[in-house]
């Protein structure tokens, strides 16, 4: 099983060149087989969370052409089966796009219910009560674990979500883009990622207004047409090097970015101490002392994203004073806090809220990623830490960020990834 292996203590300076939104990716892959015709989708993340979606399209007979290593052509002419249920597709939260995606085309779905990290119950009941709205009476989850979605006709309906939910706006989207009528979706997610999926259905010719705002109106649509389009940044790729330069104490651009979209995360950083440029497609962060204290709460965008609650909790584990980390959106998301602990850090968890009473340091150790966004941020504990750090179950990691060890030894961190010991052993020597 491959590992992390690394020496803290450098700084990290220098560009890093941010890669396409994973999530954006899932949802519009999902969306590139409702038309008959080739779409080209650029700025595709080579990560392991795409390649399992691709798996799974590839299974029910879409076709996928890579082009290069971020670039695929799409076509789902040739599409034999309305039922996903390969066991690797539990592996990926974002497979129930494929509901939204078929139901939408062939009014038919079954698709294995998700998995992803397991960072909470996570339920569907908001994707399910807006597929019924919508004309699939039976969309629910039946033995065996499968979530179907089945009708005779769509029609547009007006749907509220209890609760800010991207997974479900996405997916009532897809379902709706080409249902009779109008389609009302309140209290809508609105992170960037909702849009880039309705701006990429919009250029296949959809008719999605909305997205961005908390009301998304569809009109349905009669079909679909092919398309080129390039996915938005990653904003959590982007947000992840931005710690790690605070932590380490560097200076760190992170290029091809869209600004805007990392507003709630510069602003935390700029209140722990750091110092930010921004310019059109850049994001530069110097960071030359100890983070300095402070409370942040997740929250839908434009809040504080949840996926970066366990990265600023890494950096607050090194400030001066008492920081609170309150997280909103999923009940299960500090359990990498012991692995912190391991490390050093002075947390305790009281249901959603984590109390931090900052140290002056972290001691490298062996510890374990316990899902995608957790797993990078131990990382970046071991690169602030004293001594080495070995990270497990780096597969985690690799969901989301391609090539995160080249991109960091990149920026002068001394991290390698290895297979066994004899591999942390010559990494050892070699680092002195
Ligand atoms: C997506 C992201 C994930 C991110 C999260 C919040 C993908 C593939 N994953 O996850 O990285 O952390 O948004 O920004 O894009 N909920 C329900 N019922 C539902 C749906 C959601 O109760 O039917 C709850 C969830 O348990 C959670 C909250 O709503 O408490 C938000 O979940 P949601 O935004 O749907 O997260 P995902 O789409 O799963």
Redesign the pocket.
């Known amino acids: 099983m491959e590992q992390y292996v690394i020496k803290g203590g450098s700084p990290l300076v220098g560009e890093v060149e941010i890669g396409g939104a994973k999530?954006a990716a899932?949802g519009i892959l999902a969306a590139s087989i409702m038309t008959d015709e080739t779409v080209l989708i650029e700025n595709v993340p080579d990560v392991r969370d795409i390649k399992v979606m691709m798996q799974a399209m590839e299974s029910i007979g879409v076709i996928i052409q890579h082009i290069d290593r971020h670039t695929v052509k799409i076509n789902g002419r040739n599409i034999n089966s309305q039922v996903v249920d390969g066991d690797y597709i539990k592996r990926i939260?974002?497979s129930y796009y494929l509901i939204g995606a078929l139901l939408g085309k062939y009014k038919s779905a079954e698709v294995t219910l998700p998995g992803?990290c397991n960072i909470?119950?996570?339920?569907?009941?908001?994707?399910l009560k807006g597929f019924r709205a919508l004309g699939a009476k039976d969309a629910g989850v039946v033995g065996g674990g499968m979530i179907v979605a089945h009708a005779d006709e769509l029609k547009g309906a007006h749907i509220y979500l209890d609760?800010?939910?991207?997974?479900?706006t996405i997916n009532l989207m897809l379902a709706a883009v080409m249902a009779e009528g109008q389609t009302i979706i309140e209290n809508a997610?609105k992170?960037p990622?909702v849009v880039d999926v309705a701006n990429f259905l919009n250029c296949m010719g959809a008719n999605i207004k909305g997205a961005g705002t908390d009301v998304i109106r569809i009109r349905g649509v009669q079909s679909l047409h092919g398309t080129e389009y390039t996915i938005i940044p990653d904003q959590i790729e982007a947000g992840t090097f931005m710690f790690a330069a605070a932590v380490t104490k560097g200076d760190v651009t992170v290029k091809n970015v869209i600004p805007k979209h990392l507003e709630s995360i510069s602003a935390k950083l700029m209140e722990i101490g750091c110092e930010i440029e921004e310019s059109d497609d850049a994001v530069r962060v110097v960071a030359t002392k100890r983070p300095l204290h402070t409370h942040v709460k997740t929250l839908?965008y434009p809040g504080f994203?949840?996926?970066m609650q366990p990265q600023i909790t890494v950096a607050l584990g090194l400030a001066e004073g008492t920081s609170i980390v309150t997280e909103s959106?999923?009940e299960n998301r500090f359990k990498y806090v012991d692995e912190l602990t391991r490390m050093g850090a002075s947390i305790k968890v009281e249901s959603s809220t984590a109390i931090i009473e900052g140290v002056s340091r972290y001691t490298g150790a062996s510890i374990t990623a316990p899902d995608l966004r957790a797993g990078a941020a131990l990382v970046i504990a071991g690169l602030a830490a004293d001594g080495y750090t070995v990270v497990d179950d780096i597969r985690y990691i690799e969901r989301g960020y391609e090539d995160f060890d080249v991109k960091l030894r990149n920026l002068g961190a001394m991290i390698e990834k290895v297979e066994d010991d004899r591999g942390i052993q010559k990494f050892k020597l070699k680092v002195g």
């Not at 909470?120 to 994707?127: C, E, F, K, L, Y």
């Open positions: 999530n899932l939260r974002a992803g909470g119950t996570r339920p569907i009941d908001q994707h609760m800010v939910t991207v997974g479900a997610a992170e990622h839908p994203p949840t996926d959106i999923f």
